[in-house]
């Protein structure tokens, strides 16, 4: 034959894209007025699911407001394609637009199968998306070839932009039925619109057999109800088997009931099984019943009948010419009108039109479990040479034909991953690196392949996955290349969990192999991920640290590679905090620089403490993974903002940053991000007096930090207990929980975080009157961080001193610690005034301390630090003076998500880009700007500029 492989060496870019277009086009049942249903035979009448249609209903009637992800779920047969088949029905009759999917085993090696049936109706109007992703999506169904790799993220932006456009006109019901069965990439961009519906007129309902993970439980407010479905109970079970068997006798109707035990497909097919599929006992469970029962159909089939229901149950579309030309091709002629009418009269599938489907999923797995093993692979490569034009389909064919390792099979199938990546398809191209690895018949070239298979994973975010794939690779040879690739995936694919000192010194082995190999680029990236375990609290061993500095000090790269200066920031963040400074100093002022890299220099920037760095960098980095839709890398991204921007007093960016950051977080599976997302909205809420959302969120980090181990997340959380307290005015709380921090025998310390607390716990100490001993932590953390010039580090220390200072010296520490104010960070000279205001005051100055307790009052206000503008007022009173209380900003009255899309709309962006940037709906963007105009007192988009510059004038004002 003419294998696939050679085919697949053709140019991909000859005519791909119609004929893949064409493809797509013969799976669009909806299009062809073949019923959405597996099973034809439901009654009429529908039986025994009042409440669910109830509970459907009700999201219909919170159109157009509010959208909602609707997920109906149950076993095989319990009647969930009925049910999505009566609100596609009923739901036109509401003015709901329907579009339709149906997931199916076949199509799962087809990127993006599902998502083209159930958005090809909307296709037209893709051209008036934005370009990115308009050539995203269409490069997604093959419809136009792509330069570079598509995002999936930016297909499914495309996706919601579509959807949102149609609802706009008229509320859209998008129903996907069998969702299990759909391919992965059709499924991540479903989970995607899914999370995006609150504000859209869109209902999308999908059903699967196994339930949703912590799924919520009919809350439809939240917009994400999970519907399970349960048996039917016995009087609307009787009912159904009157009407569907009405000639059955009465022992047989008594067994049929207590075999199909509710279940409403098992009610419509046992009573016209074999009296073999009907037994006495329950002992064999229902699917297998009905499996059975299935197959039992196939013996009263023609065996040229039976060979079109097995090549219609292996195809991976629904098209009939498809079915009909491999049929021939194994019968060695031309089709029969009989052949075609014994296939129908199965009772196992329909053909309409040019359109073939199983009435079931069970009925297409009956007839694939009842063929022997060699007419399943015949039937392959049969289908193999009937879509020999369409590369990477025929590939998948002629793999799944092969029973031994094959070469040429094994290349075409990477190949074909290379092509699932380039349209943005990662999940698939992971399957088919996995199947080529299988078929490669040298052990070195397979383990390449797996490995490659466990980076898509690793990109994925399937840790699981990963640590599968790793198992099977460390069996097999690798090439020396990929020794160090293997090291480096070992440590990658837990991002946030140390692991422990045997997986660092392995890192260590292999990056100081790599120095010798002059492979200096993989020798830094393995020092990275040793480094970054170290800091995440792998180990505290000296010996171990000492040995991982001497080789990072063998690398020798470019001065305009940043990696090295994280790996000194992880490893060294003090002793080279000088150089690192340097660095970054002259990396901020470059433009255009790879987001990649910029994300890189920010975590070495807040590592090491320089957090005025940090802001700048972070969101730099962040402009250009938003537009390369890399959420993954955004998300950490917009964690270290989150944080830098708390030790700065800059709090609206932390509050959009974590809000945003947890939301990408738990999109991407980044579980240790998540906590950190949560850790910095828990530390704000303690700042701002609400201490029991911080508590609540803090005990969400604490069951990730155990499982983790991650000392960086524990310490962090000691951070938001003492500030909790000191948002409490327990002062003595606080001081026991920042000593922690500061304590090297503690489980929680971890360096260089201890440093950026040393103000905090300062703090505490004097309100408790323990400067004595807190003066003697504060030169210990003094010593370890000398010779850093990272602002974070120095106003830290600068502002302990000065809280800590014995009388004769306050004054002389109180003015080092104000030369530390030129960065402008209100929070920090907030708490300064506050602390050289009382200590004026009570040194009988009391005029120039309440100049500054004035300042401190009104700037805690602003900010809404209720704690800390309490204790300002109560000093500024004490000075005689009257307390004149401000309210917070106007941004403390708007949520994140509201707060980023004022200011982005004041900087004047519209509506579809704050959309493109944020990952919403430019419709989603409107609604929460018509939300948030009352919150400011506007009634405008022009006003948005000014309302918001005045606050942070008077904000800074307040502050200075």
Same mark, same amino acid.
């Given at each position: 034959?003419?294998?696939?492989?050679?085919?697949?060496?053709?140019?991909?870019?000859?005519?791909?894209?119609?004929?893949?277009?064409?493809?797509?086009?013969?799976?669009?049942?909806?299009?062809?007025?073949?019923?959405?249903?597996?099973?034809?035979?439901?009654?009429?009448?529908?039986?025994?699911?009042?409440?669910?249609?109830?509970?459907?209903?009700?999201?219909?009637?919170?159109?157009?407001?509010?959208?909602?992800?609707?997920?109906?779920?149950?076993?095989?047969?319990?009647?969930?394609?009925?049910?999505?088949? !009566?609100?596609?029905?009923?739901?036109?009759?509401?003015?709901?637009?329907?579009?339709?999917?149906?997931?199916?085993?076949?199509?799962?090696?087809?990127?993006?199968?599902?998502?083209?049936?159930?958005?090809?109706?909307?296709?037209?109007?893709?051209?008036?998306?934005?370009?990115?992703?308009?050539?995203?999506?269409?490069?997604?169904?093959?419809?136009?070839?792509?330069?570079?790799?598509?995002?999936?993220? !930016?297909?499914?932006?495309?996706?919601?932009?579509?959807?949102?456009?149609?609802?706009?006109?008229?509320?859209?019901?998008?129903?996907?039925?069998?969702?299990?069965?759909?391919?992965?990439?059709?499924?991540?961009?479903?989970?995607?619109?899914?999370?995006?519906?609150?504000?859209?007129?869109?209902?999308?309902?999908?059903?699967?057999?196994?339930?949703?993970?912590?799924?919520?439980?009919?809350?439809?407010?939240?917009?994400?109800?999970?519907?399970?479905?349960?048996?039917?109970?016995?009087?609307?079970?009787?009912?159904?088997?009157?009407?569907?068997?009405?000639?059955?006798?009465?022992?047989? !109707?008594?067994?049929?009931?207590?075999?199909?035990?509710?279940?409403?497909?098992?009610?419509?097919?046992?009573?016209?099984?074999?009296?073999?599929?009907?037994?006495?006992?329950?002992?064999?469970?229902?699917?297998?019943?009905?499996?059975?029962?299935?197959?039992?159909?196939?013996?009263?089939?023609?065996?040229?009948?039976?060979? $079109?229901?097995?090549?219609?149950?292996?195809?991976?579309?629904?098209?009939?010419?498809?079915?009909?030309?491999?049929?021939?091709?194994?019968?060695?002629?031309?089709?029969?009108?009989?052949?075609?009418?014994?296939?129908?009269?199965?009772?196992?599938?329909?053909?309409?039109?040019?359109?073939?489907?199983?009435?079931?999923?069970?009925?297409?797995?009956?007839?694939?479990?009842?063929?022997?093993?060699?007419?399943?692979?015949?039937?392959?490569?049969?289908?193999?040479?009937?879509?020999?034009?369409?590369?990477?389909?025929?590939?998948?064919?002629?793999?799944?034909?092969?029973?031994?390792?094959?070469?040429?099979?094994?290349?075409?199938?990477?190949?074909?991953?290379?092509?699932?990546?380039?349209? +943005?398809?990662?999940?698939?191209?992971?399957?088919?690196?996995?199947? *080529?690895?299988?078929?490669?018949?040298?052990?070195?070239?397979? +383990?390449?392949?797996?490995?490659?298979?466990?980076?898509?994973?690793?990109?994925?975010?399937?840790?699981?996955?990963?640590?599968?794939?790793?198992?099977?690779?460390?069996?097999?040879?690798?090439?020396?290349?990929?020794? +160090?690739?293997?090291?480096?995936?070992?440590?990658?694919?837990?991002?946030?969990?140390?692991?422990?000192?045997?997986?660092? @010194?392995?890192?260590?082995?292999?990056?100081?192999?790599?120095?010798?190999?002059?492979?200096?680029?993989?020798?830094?990236?393995? &020092?990275?991920?040793?480094?970054?375990?170290?800091?995440?609290?792998?180990?505290?061993?000296?010996?171990?640290?000492?040995?991982?500095?001497?080789?990072?000090?063998?690398?020798?790269? *470019?001065?305009?590679?940043?990696?090295?200066? &994280?790996?000194?920031?992880?490893?060294?963040?003090?002793?080279?905090?000088?150089?690192?400074?340097?660095?970054?100093?002259?990396?901020?002022?470059?433009?255009? *620089?790879?987001?990649?890299?910029?994300?890189?220099?920010?975590?070495?920037?807040?590592?090491?403490?320089?957090?005025? @760095?940090?802001?700048?960098?972070?969101?730099?980095?962040?402009?250009?993974?938003?537009?390369?839709?890399?959420?993954?890398?955004?998300?950490?991204?917009?964690?270290?903002?989150?944080?830098?921007?708390?030790?700065?007093?800059?709090?609206?960016?932390?509050?959009?940053?974590?809000?945003?950051?947890?939301?990408?977080?738990?999109?991407?599976?980044?579980?240790?991000?998540?906590?950190?997302?949560?850790?910095?909205?828990?530390?704000?809420?303690?700042?701002?007096?609400? @201490?029991?959302?911080?508590?609540?969120?803090?005990?969400?980090?604490?069951?990730?930090?155990?499982?983790?181990?991650?000392?960086?997340?524990?310490?962090?959380?000691?951070?938001?207990?003492?500030?909790?307290?000191?948002?409490?005015?327990?002062?003595?709380?606080?001081?026991?929980?920042?000593?922690?921090?500061?304590?090297?025998?503690?489980?929680?310390?971890?360096?260089?975080?201890?440093?950026?607390?040393?103000?905090?716990?300062?703090?505490?100490?004097?309100?408790?009157?323990?400067?004595?001993?807190?003066?003697?932590?504060?030169?210990?953390?003094?010593?370890?961080?000398?010779?850093?010039?990272?602002?974070?580090?120095?106003?830290?220390?600068?502002?302990?001193?000065?809280?800590?200072?014995?009388?004769?010296?306050?004054?002389?520490?109180?003015?080092?610690?104000?030369?530390?104010?030129?960065?402008?960070?209100?929070?920090?000279?907030?708490?300064?005034?506050?602390?050289?205001?009382?200590?004026?005051?009570?040194?009988?100055?009391?005029?120039?301390?309440?100049?500054?307790?004035?300042?401190?009052?009104?700037?805690?206000?602003?900010?809404?630090?209720?704690?800390?503008?309490?204790?300002?007022?109560?000093?500024?009173?004490?000075?005689?003076?009257?307390?004149?209380?401000?309210?917070?900003? &106007?941004?403390?009255?708007?949520?994140?998500?509201?707060?980023?899309?004022?200011?982005?709309?004041?900087?004047?962006?519209?509506?579809?880009?704050?959309?493109?940037?944020?990952?919403?709906?430019?419709?989603?963007?409107?609604?929460?700007?018509?939300?948030?105009?009352?919150?400011?007192? $506007?009634?405008?988009?022009?006003?948005?500029?000014?309302?918001?510059?005045? *606050?942070?004038?008077?904000?800074?004002? !307040?502050?200075?």
């Amino acid at each position: 034959m003419s294998t696939p492989a050679t085919a697949g060496r053709q140019s991909p870019t000859s005519s791909a894209a119609p004929r893949r277009a064409a493809t797509y086009a013969g799976r669009v049942a909806a299009e062809r007025g073949v019923p959405l249903v597996h099973v034809a035979d439901t009654p009429t009448h529908f039986l025994g699911r009042d409440r669910e249609l109830s509970l459907v209903r009700r999201v219909w009637d919170a159109l157009p407001e509010a959208g909602t992800f609707l997920h109906v779920s149950g076993p095989p047969g319990i009647g969930k394609t009925a049910l999505l088949r !009566r609100c596609a029905e009923e739901a036109p009759e509401r003015g709901l637009r329907v579009l339709r999917g149906v997931g199916s085993r076949a199509e799962q090696a087809l990127p993006f199968a599902i998502l083209h049936q159930l958005l090809r109706p909307l296709l037209p109007a893709a051209e008036h998306l934005p370009a990115a992703q308009r050539d995203a999506l269409l490069a997604a169904f093959g419809m136009v070839e792509t330069v570079r790799p598509a995002e999936p993220a !930016r297909i499914g932006l495309a996706a919601l932009e579509l959807l949102s456009e149609s609802a706009a006109r008229r509320p859209v019901l998008a129903v996907v039925d069998d969702l299990q069965w759909a391919d992965p990439s059709s499924r991540e961009v479903i989970d995607f619109v899914s999370r995006r519906l609150a504000a859209e007129p869109v209902v999308l309902m999908v059903s699967t057999r196994e339930a949703p993970p912590h799924s919520p439980s009919g809350d439809v407010e939240r917009g994400r109800v999970h519907l399970p479905l349960a048996p039917l109970d016995r009087a609307d079970a009787g009912e159904l088997l009157t009407r569907h068997a009405p000639a059955l006798s009465a022992d047989d !109707r008594l067994r049929v009931l207590g075999l199909a035990q509710g279940n409403p497909l098992a009610l419509l097919e046992l009573p016209a099984s074999a009296r073999s599929a009907l037994p006495v006992t329950g002992a064999v469970p229902l699917t297998e019943r009905l499996l059975h029962a299935f197959a039992d159909r196939l013996a009263d089939c023609s065996a040229r009948s039976r060979v $079109i229901l097995l090549v219609a149950a292996i195809q991976d579309s629904d098209r009939w010419d498809e079915t009909e030309r491999g049929a021939e091709l194994l019968l060695g002629g031309p089709l029969r009108a009989a052949d075609r009418r014994d296939a129908v009269g199965s009772g196992l599938l329909d053909i309409a039109e040019d359109t073939v489907r199983f009435r079931h999923p069970l009925m297409r797995s009956a007839v694939v479990h009842s063929s022997t093993s060699e007419a399943v692979a015949a039937t392959h490569r049969a289908l193999a040479k009937v879509l020999a034009r369409d590369i990477d389909r025929s590939t998948w064919h002629w793999a799944a034909a092969l029973d031994r390792p094959d070469a040429a099979a094994a290349d075409a199938l990477e190949a074909t991953a290379d092509r699932a990546l380039s349209r +943005g398809a990662p999940a698939l191209a992971q399957t088919f690196l996995e199947r *080529s690895a299988q078929l490669t018949p040298q052990d070195a070239a397979g +383990g390449h392949r797996l490995l490659r298979a466990a980076e898509v994973a690793f990109e994925l975010g399937r840790p699981d996955t990963v640590r599968a794939l790793l198992e099977q690779v460390r069996t097999r040879p690798l090439p020396m290349e990929d020794t +160090g690739r293997l090291v480096a995936l070992e440590a990658a694919f837990d991002d946030g969990v140390p692991g422990g000192e045997r997986l660092v @010194h392995q890192l260590e082995q292999a990056a100081a192999e790599a120095v010798r190999a002059r492979d200096d680029s993989l020798a830094v990236s393995l &020092l990275i991920r040793a480094a970054r375990a170290c800091y995440w609290g792998a180990t505290r061993d000296a010996a171990l640290l000492g040995r991982l500095r001497c080789v990072a000090d063998e690398v020798s790269l *470019s001065p305009g590679d940043a990696r090295p200066v &994280l790996v000194d920031a992880f490893l060294s963040p003090f002793a080279r905090g000088a150089t690192i400074v340097d660095h970054l100093n002259r990396w901020t002022d470059r433009p255009g *620089s790879d987001p990649a890299l910029t994300g890189l220099l920010a975590m070495a920037s807040f590592v090491s403490g320089s957090f005025e @760095h940090t802001v700048p960098l972070t969101q730099a980095a962040e402009a250009g993974l938003r537009r390369q839709g890399r959420l993954a890398a955004l998300t950490q991204v917009l964690v270290l903002r989150t944080f830098a921007a708390l030790y700065l007093g800059q709090w609206d960016l932390t509050a959009t940053g974590a809000d945003e950051a947890l939301r990408f977080a738990q999109e991407t599976g980044q579980t240790t991000w998540a906590a950190c997302a949560r850790l910095g909205l828990a530390n704000l809420a303690a700042v701002h007096g609400r @201490h029991r959302l911080a508590m609540r969120l803090l005990g969400q980090v604490q069951e990730a930090a155990v499982i983790s181990g991650n000392v960086s997340v524990a310490n962090g959380m000691q951070l938001t207990r003492g500030l909790a307290a000191l948002g409490q005015e327990d002062q003595g709380m606080a001081y026991e929980e920042f000593s922690r921090m500061l304590d090297p025998t503690d489980p929680a310390y971890q360096s260089p975080q201890c440093a950026w607390a040393l103000d905090y716990f300062a703090e505490a100490a004097h309100g408790v009157g323990r400067q004595a001993e807190a003066r003697a932590v504060v030169r210990q953390v003094e010593k370890l961080a000398q010779g850093t010039p990272a602002g974070g580090v120095q106003r830290a220390l600068a502002l302990a001193h000065a809280l800590l200072a014995e009388a004769d010296e306050a004054p002389a520490r109180f003015a080092e610690a104000r030369l530390r104010c030129a960065s402008g960070s209100p929070w920090y000279r907030a708490r300064l005034d506050l602390a050289e205001g009382a200590w004026l005051r009570r040194h009988y100055r009391i005029a120039e301390g309440r100049k500054l307790l004035r300042a401190a009052q009104r700037a805690f206000d602003l900010l809404d630090a209720p704690s800390w503008a309490a204790r300002a007022a109560r000093e500024l009173a004490a000075t005689g003076q009257t307390v004149d209380r401000r309210r917070p900003g &106007l941004w403390a009255a708007l949520s994140p998500q509201e707060l980023e899309i004022a200011r982005l709309a004041g900087q004047g962006l519209s509506n579809r880009e704050i959309g493109e940037r944020l990952y919403l709906s430019h419709r989603t963007v409107g609604s929460h700007l018509y939300r948030l105009f009352p919150k400011l007192g $506007i009634q405008s988009r022009g006003q948005l500029a000014a309302v918001l510059a005045s *606050s942070e004038e008077e904000h800074q004002d !307040r502050a200075d």
